[in-house]
């Protein structure tokens, strides 16, 4: 099961979600185009449409399993801002909830996870692929 090992959870035509390996919080995905590129205006139409409906999809899925508060989205271009991949442009889906411990890192220079990496992908993965709307 590649995609379990990657931790992607979703494949389009041009671009795939999958779980950040060093997450902020529980659940926090990421979206990429297929194609290696460094910046957000070097993404084409249909791309950028994609990875759109692709954050649509992650915020679905994370609001159906997860059930959080809110999200931030967004994405780091470039090194200085803090891309720690800078030649492959990727957004950020992170869920958030009222009370969350996203200061850990700054204070105790720790995460807190409540839920492996393995877990939470075995419970997004259906609804990734329409098996389990709840």
Same mark, same amino acid.
Not at 15 to 44: E, Q
């Given at each position: 099961m590649?995609?379990?090992n990657? #931790?992607?959870l +979703?494949?389009?035509e041009?671009?795939f979600? #999958? $779980?950040n #390996?060093y997450?902020?919080?529980n659940?926090?995905?990421m979206v990429a185009?297929f194609?290696?590129?460094?910046?957000?205006?070097?993404l084409?139409?249909?791309?950028r449409l994609e990875?759109?409906e692709q954050i649509?999809?992650c915020?679905? =899925? #994370?609001?159906? %399993?997860?059930?959080p508060? *809110?999200?931030?989205?967004?994405?780091?271009?470039?090194?200085s =801002?803090? =891309? *720690?991949?800078?030649?492959?442009?990727h +957004?950020?889906?992170?869920?958030?909830w009222?009370?969350d411990t996203?200061? $850990?890192?700054? +204070?105790? /220079?720790?995460k %807190?996870?409540?839920?492996?990496?393995?877990?939470t992908?075995?419970?997004l993965?259906?609804? +990734?692929?329409g098996e389990? /709307?709840?």
């Amino acid at each position: 099961m590649e995609d379990r090992n990657e #931790l992607i959870l +979703f494949r389009g035509e041009n671009s795939f979600s #999958l $779980m950040n #390996l060093y997450p902020y919080t529980n659940g926090h995905l990421m979206v990429a185009p297929f194609r290696h590129i460094d910046s957000f205006t070097g993404l084409d139409q249909v791309e950028r449409l994609e990875i759109l409906e692709q954050i649509d999809r992650c915020i679905n =899925a #994370l609001s159906n %399993v997860l059930n959080p508060d *809110g999200f931030n989205i967004g994405a780091n271009i470039g090194e200085s =801002a803090g =891309a *720690g991949i800078k030649d492959h442009i990727h +957004f950020h889906v992170v869920p958030r909830w009222k009370g969350d411990t996203n200061f $850990m890192p700054i +204070f105790g /220079n720790t995460k %807190v996870i409540v839920e492996g990496l393995e877990e939470t992908w075995d419970e997004l993965k259906p609804v +990734f692929d329409g098996e389990n /709307n709840a």
